[in-house]
């Protein structure tokens, strides 16, 4: 049993790590334009499809550099033609739009590629078990932690020593003195929005390496991204990171023990989260604080 | 200034994540008939959601035998109707079109739904109703079972058919200690139960995970899996998590150590599957591939240059054999009455170039299954006969013989006064 548990913290540990690549683009985009992106799945969807159709020609490394660049395009383009529209209005605006945002992407992908499930290959070496031990560890699930480290590590970097990086972390504390201070605010949130997509198209692609492609599997992620971002602590990057561990963890343990409560133990951690501590596990704390 | 910032966002989050409902209620796709009084039939089927490549597949072969029907006069020489409604896999959406396609479009029949918990709560509706209700592809054994209704009709098998037809070949090549791994809604469960059974006259044991539906990773339950050191592992998933399950059994090196095996498979599901993931033992609830039944053949050729010259899946069966039985029992009971149309139904035998089976098929009088053939075999890389050539019929079980008798399923129909 102790071999079981320890196994299935690990797995968590790993499942968690993706986690908390999707839940930090959503993160970064709600603090600075707070905006609830309801769109995000369907953007790492999109980001999955494009490596899909790079990778006859550039092969599934090419993909997985050029494809989430293709979706932070698209998300810039979206931000710009759509979302800057509804930053000043009521935020059931900005919800309804991006509701409605992903289903049209939803649907895109549905009449392109279809409704069936579509494989990414992904190089065969990738495929096999670490070691027969701990079979559980593929080498792309090592890879795949490996990428979720190297972006995080990135994007915390970008955020804390570029000129940009603290405009955004600025943004998010006060928005108004900010821009009072001659910051070019809407520039600063269309590049947000887009490194915020990146993160998606990022993890599009490395969800599609593993499970593969449908046109539903941005919803079947993104409830874990928000919840994560709720547990961690609306805000925090930090927290972000830390609820998706600990729901990676702790959906990979009630499978032990209790296997149908697995997606359902991801909420019960929200609810007691917000019972007892509403304002996330580091809400307080602020952005990389 | 800072904390009344971060308040307004989390509560505006927390009000946008409680906001995420997913009800869509759109207009119906119609294929529009040229008489003045068509025959309407209403689908209602997930086109959107985790079930949509099958509930595609069935309003794509809908579509299309409504076509054929209408260049050779219809039913009972009227034109017919095609009214598509998307459940978008939810129940109560599901519910509501049932109403809607009722009450305001006045449809004579009801087809539908992919999902199980779905078809079985539009029961409730078409009953009430008293309309004509043909359920091509949800599995739940209660809607020919203990809560079987007099309207309703259904085509592909009962999850009893399914697992009673494999669980004697797996238990004769591989064992009798099995895991399961199964979706934790009426379809996965009523399955189990019936592979539970089967294997417990069998001798056998087992253990195994009831997960969510849409479950994506099944790293946690694969340990467990692993960990218990079963003959076979029964994965009866659907759709892309299905698929996922397998692709993971694979690679987790777990293929060398135990068997895979399941109750239904659908080819759309396997045209996605990696070639090296490519195993495991399953029922097809048809087969395209039937050298031995010329009608098998004739409408392959006649329907494959509608769907993208692919081979016709399962899906395509179920909807085309529906809506021929509606054709049929119109045509016996000279009436689109529903009660009418349901007594010239029952036991009625399909004819061959209906069926598309080896052996006689017929919709049971005792609780209104269709007692189809049901095709168990192995999953193979892709063989001759080209890229949909992906499995490998070991035995073809008899529907009658998979089912048991109607008194067992418990089912009482009871027909209205």
């Known amino acids: 049993m102790l071999q079981l548990v320890l196994f299935n913290l690990t797995n968590g540990l790993i499942v968690g790590t993706f986690y908390v690549l999707m839940a930090l683009g959503l993160s970064l985009i709600i603090n600075l334009s707070n905006v609830v992106n309801f769109a995000h799945g369907n953007f790492l969807a999109i980001g999955g499809y494009l490596a899909f159709v790079l990778t006859p020609f550039i092969g599934f490394w090419g993909a997985l550099l050029v494809s989430p660049f293709l979706t932070a395009i698209l998300g810039f383009v979206i931000e710009k033609v759509l979302i800057r529209h509804v930053y000043t209005r009521n935020h059931i605006y900005s919800l309804l739009l991006t509701f409605g945002l992903g289903f049209i992407l939803q649907d895109i992908c549905r009449y392109i590629w279809g409704p069936s499930p579509l494989p990414l290959n992904i190089p065969q070496s990738m495929s096999a078990a670490v070691t027969p031990d701990l079979f559980f560890i593929t080498w792309y699930r090592v890879f795949m932690v490996a990428v979720v480290i190297v972006a995080v590590a990135g994007l915390f970097a970008l955020l804390r020593y570029t000129r940009v990086g603290m405009r955004i972390r600025a943004g998010t504390l006060d928005l108004e003195t900010v821009s009072a201070l001659g910051v070019n605010v809407p520039a600063l949130r269309s590049l947000n929005f887009a490194v915020g997509s990146f993160l998606a198209g990022l993890a599009g692609v490395l969800a599609a390496g593993q499970l593969g492609l449908n046109p539903n599997m941005g919803d079947d992620l993104i409830m874990p991204s928000f919840i994560a971002i709720i547990v961690g602590g609306v805000g925090s990057l930090t927290g972000t990171l830390l609820g998706g561990l600990l729901i990676g963890v702790a959906a990979a343990l009630t499978t032990v023990f209790y296997p149908s409560a697995s997606e359902a133990v991801i909420y019960v951690i929200m609810a007691v989260v917000l019972l007892v501590r509403p304002r996330g596990l580091l809400g307080e704390e602020g952005m990389l604080s | 200034m800072t904390s009344k910032l971060t308040l307004t966002k989390r509560r505006t989050f927390l009000t946008a994540t409680a906001a995420i409902a997913g009800a869509q209620f759109t207009g119906p796709f119609i294929i529009k008939a040229r008489g003045e009084t068509p025959v309407k039939i209403g689908f209602i089927d997930p086109i959107t959601g985790s079930l949509s490549a099958l509930a595609v597949t069935e309003v794509e072969s809908a579509k299309w035998t409504v076509e054929q029907l209408n260049k ?346």
């Not at chain 2, 759709?239 to 095996?261: H, P």
């Open chain 2, 72 to 417: 050779k006069g219809g039913i009972l020489g009227r034109e017919v109707q095609l009214l598509v409604e998307d459940s978008a896999n939810d129940t109560g959406t599901g519910v509501q079109k049932a109403h809607k396609l009722i009450e305001r479009d006045k449809v004579d029949v009801i087809m539908g739904d992919v999902n199980s918990g779905i078809a079985y709560a539009i029961m409730g509706v078409t009953a009430e109703k008293k309309v004509f209700h043909v359920v091509p592809g949800g599995h739940t054994d209660p809607i020919t079972g203990k809560d079987c209704k007099w309207n309703v009709f259904r085509t592909c098998n009962t999850t009893a058919m399914d697992a009673a037809a494999v669980t004697g070949e797996l238990v004769k090549k591989f064992g009798k200690k099995w895991f399961f791994i199964t979706p934790d809604y009426a379809y996965g469960k009523t399955l189990q139960e019936n592979f539970v059974k089967n294997l417990k006259k069998a001798g056998g044991t087992f253990e195994g995970d009831m997960l969510p539906i849409a479950n994506a990773d099944f790293s946690a339950t694969l340990i467990k899996a692993k960990a218990y050191k079963p003959d076979v592992l029964l994965n009866n998933m659907g759709g892309a998590a299905q698929l996922n399950c397998m692709k993971q059994f694979v690679q987790f090196g777990m293929a060398k150590e135990m068997a895979l095996g399941g109750a239904l498979y659908e080819l759309e599901t396997l045209r996605s599957v990696p070639k090296e993931a490519l195993t495991g033992w399953w029922v097809f609830e048809w087969w395209w591939n039937q050298p031995n039944v010329p009608a098998v053949k004739t409408f392959v050729d006649a329907i494959s240059p509608a769907i993208g010259n692919k081979k016709p899946t399962a899906r395509h069966w179920m909807a085309y054999v529906s809506i021929m039985a509606i054709k049929l029992a119109a045509e016996k009971a000279k009436s689109l009455e529903a009660v009418k149309m349901a007594h010239a139904l029952s036991d009625m035998e399909l004819p061959p170039e209906v069926s598309l089976s080896p052996n006689k098929v017929r919709y049971r009088a005792g609780d209104h299954q269709l007692m189809s053939d049901i095709f168990v075999g192995e999953v193979q890389q892709a063989g001759a006969g080209g890229p949909d050539d992906l499995f490998k019929v070991e035995t073809v079980v008899k529907g009658e013989d998979a089912a048991g008798s109607a008194e067992d399923t418990g089912c009482k129909i009871n027909w209205p006064a």
